[in-house]
């Protein structure tokens, strides 16, 4: 097979088109998405950028599998702990009330951050029975390491070795996570730019963390309107502290010792 035909200006097409699906502004790694691209069309016997951006509007099994190629993944047990914390302790008091809860992780990349709240629910008695986590990606592959529930030693760094013991199988030289000692918990693949995504119902808390980092100020504000329209009133949405957050004014911005969270008002 030749070599890969692809102009600048067709870069800036594809480039284009997974933003205008994912949100994901890939500008400043072109060269990087343009040598992955390449293998994948080698690999798919397409010889020219064209013939795949046809392909990327048109064929849903294509498309799925780019963007699994070109989104990324980087996550850990208990990342930014403090703000996990404050979303159980909301959770829980919620339940208290007698209501059953819903959480809604966007994205949930590989599921630590889904199964960190679980954790933690358990850790402090929260019913189980009151608690549903959803954990939506755009990647499928990562949905299926969700729902596989196995992680490596760097995954779990952050855990104590009585968690590790308590909410994990030892399957060498990874961890399986013990699912049964979890709150309702579904993953699906989901982008939140469809329509999809409403489907859900509503939610109590989401979290959405170190996602808008990719985004440009348009998809940041398309993003946060979304969010509203799945979140209950006084629900709360929380943000990684990397995410610039634009303003709104369907939400409340609150400070407090956990970090800072937004109030739908």
Do not use: W
């Not at 990327?56 to 996550?75: K, S």
């Not at 209501?99 to 019913?127: F, T």
């Not at 994990?168 to 982008?191: A, C, G, H, V």
């Amino acid at each position: 097979m030749s070599e890969f035909e692809c102009s600048s200006s067709d870069l800036l097409e594809f480039i284009e088109l997974a933003k205008k699906l994912s949100g994901n502004n890939l500008i400043s790694k072109k060269e990087i998405v343009k040598n992955k691209i390449a293998h994948f069309a080698k690999n798919k016997n397409i010889d020219n950028m064209q013939t795949l951006c046809n392909k990327f509007n048109f064929d849903r099994a294509l498309r799925q599998e780019l963007l699994n190629l070109i989104t990324i993944n980087e996550t850990y047990f208990m990342r930014e702990l403090n703000q996990l914390n404050s979303a159980i302790q909301y959770a829980n008091t919620l339940s208290i009330g007698g209501g059953n809860v819903k959480i809604l992780c966007a994205p949930c990349s590989s599921g630590e951050e889904v199964y960190s709240l679980g954790i933690l629910a358990k850790s402090i008695g929260m019913d189980r029975y009151r608690l549903k986590i959803t954990g939506i990606d755009i990647n499928s592959n990562m949905i299926q390491k969700c729902k596989d529930g196995i992680y490596n030693e760097r995954s779990v760094k952050n855990l104590k070795a009585s968690q590790k013991e308590l909410y994990f199988k030892k399957i060498e030289p990874d961890y399986q996570i013990r699912q049964e000692l979890m709150p309702m918990i579904e993953f699906k693949t989901i982008n939140i730019f469809d329509d999809s995504l409403f489907a859900l119902g509503q939610f109590d808390i989401i979290l959405s963390r170190n996602m808008m980092i990719y985004f440009d100020e348009s998809y940041r504000v398309l993003t946060i309107e979304r969010f509203a329209k799945i979140l209950k009133p006084y629900g709360r949405i929380y943000f990684g502290s990397a995410d610039l957050v634009p303003y709104c004014d369907l939400y409340s911005k609150i400070i407090d010792l956990s970090g800072t969270y937004y109030e739908k008002v």
